[in-house]
């Protein structure tokens, strides 16, 4: 995470919260689109860090994918849906 004290992440989150949808995210509580930004952050900035420093192969792009599917999805299981008997 020492590339994002590299970037201001107040100046960065000022800059990009304008730029997101929030009406298709699932805000609950006032800092939830700051805090989604910053997870988001912190797995995408040291992927591109890295890949700067040396090129990623496919392995380190389908793992950058696979990260962001979980966010996207979330981590809790999702509750079973209840089946319903129509009379």
């Known amino acids: 995470h020492a590339i994002l004290e590299l970037v201001e992440p107040g100046r ?3 800059h ?3 730029l997101v949808n ?3 995210l699932d ?3 006032e800092r939830d689109l700051e805090d989604m930004l910053v997870l988001l ?3 995408t900035i040291p ?3 890295n890949s700067i420093q040396a090129p990623c192969g496919p392995s380190s792009r389908d793992r950058l994918e696979n990260l962001l599917d979980i966010l996207r999805r979330g981590m809790g ?3 079973a ?3 319903v008997i129509k009379e």
Do not use: N, S, T
């Open 77 to 79: 299981k999702k509750p």
């Open 81 to 83: 849906a209840k089946h």
């Open 12 to 14: 960065l989150l000022q």
């Open 16 to 18: 990009v919260a304008p």
């Open 27 to 29: 805000l609950q509580r």
């Open 22 to 24: 929030a009406d298709a």
């Open 41 to 43: 952050f912190g797995i």
């Open 47 to 49: 992927f591109l860090y």
